[in-house]
Nanobody, 124 residues
Framework: QVQLVESGGGLVQPGGSLRLSCAASGFTFSSYAMSWYRQAPGKERELVADITRTVGITNYADSVKGRFSISRDNVKNMVYLQMNSLKPEDTAVYYC?????????????????WGQGTQVTVSS
């Protein structure tokens, strides 16, 4: 079955770095756009970064541009989020997401998979 398993979260001081990893299985990884989302307490889930299937075009939320970097390895079925210069406002549960659209009987169907999340806490 489809699985997305995040790892690498933890407690880090402001200004520090973390690297999140997401291991994917159960689907054709290279056919899916991959994203990282986050959800802070009391706030809605928000897109942090995404990366296209094969060319690897990336997109970032304004709040993380220049500090975070998303990458993927289509051989290992992994996606990563390198987070530098972390701030307390980056504290959240970070989720890995896989998404792809396909045609079924003339209709477009979107496959949308989520991991369980990994906690990132930025605090001194």
């Amino acid at each position: 079955q489809v699985q997305l398993v995040e790892s690498g979260g933890g407690l880090v001081q402001p200004g520090g770095s973390l690297r999140l990893s997401c291991a994917a299985s159960g689907f054709t990884f290279s056919s899916y756009a991959m994203s990282w989302y986050r959800q802070a307490p009391g706030k809605e889930r928000e897109l942090v970064a995404d990366i296209t299937r094969t060319v690897g075009i990336t997109n970032y939320a304004d709040s993380v541009k220049g500090r975070f970097s998303i990458s993927r390895d289509n051989v290992k079925n992994m996606v990563y989020l390198q987070m530098n210069s972390l701030k307390p406002e980056d504290t959240a549960v970070y989720y890995c997401n896989a998404k792809a659209a396909r045609s079924v009987g003339g209709y477009m169907v979107v496959d949308d998979y989520w991991g369980q999340g990994t906690q990132v806490t930025v605090s001194s």
